[in-house]
């Protein structure tokens, strides 16, 4: 049976947080991205929130943190690991029979993900370096690919 309420996992740099200024300002400048916490704040009410990033833990965590979005997101939704790839079907698993949206910079997650369980939603943000140097991947093409996160609601809403 599934569940009513979609969930929508999220990686955090060059997704959530402007990575690029951080980098640039030697990691003193911790923001999001301009309509991150608008969209945020739109979808708490109607899908269950996660984190599905790749970082240490703690440093990723002060991200969300210094940001103010931390509060989206419970506990039990927050998955940061060193590889992603090794804890994907773990983290896909623990959300099976919910609608899930996979939101990521990175083409090879978003593959790797509908590869696992082909009625994931893939969602390419394709801004930051990856979005630059992404080699296409064969017999794969995102479910929708934009540019920041600004038509999430109405993605999540129509899909």
Do not use: C
């Not at 984190?51 to 965590?61: A, D, H, Y």
């Not at 082909?118 to 690919?145: D, M, S």
């Amino acid at each position: 049976m599934q569940n009513t309420k979609p969930v929508v996992l999220f990686d955090i740099d060059y997704t959530l947080f402007n990575t690029a200024l951080f980098k640039q300002s030697e990691l003193s400048k911790s923001r999001i991205y301009e309509e991150v916490f608008h969209v945020l704040d739109n979808l708490s009410n109607s899908v269950t929130l996660g984190i599905f990033s790749k970082g240490e833990t703690l440093f990723q965590k002060t991200k969300l943190e210094k940001t103010g979005i931390m509060k989206f997101f419970k506990k039990e939704n927050v998955h940061i690991f060193d590889d992603k790839d090794i804890n994907l079907v773990k983290i896909i698993d623990k959300y099976k029979g919910f609608k899930i949206f996979f939101v990521d910079d990175k083409l090879e997650i978003l593959y790797s993900a509908k590869k696992y369980m082909p009625q994931i939603i893939t969602v390419w943000v394709k801004r930051g370096p990856y979005a630059k140097t992404q080699v296409p991947i064969e017999n794969f093409t995102p479910n929708v690919t934009i540019d920041n996160l600004s038509n999430l609601y109405n993605i999540v809403s129509s899909n």
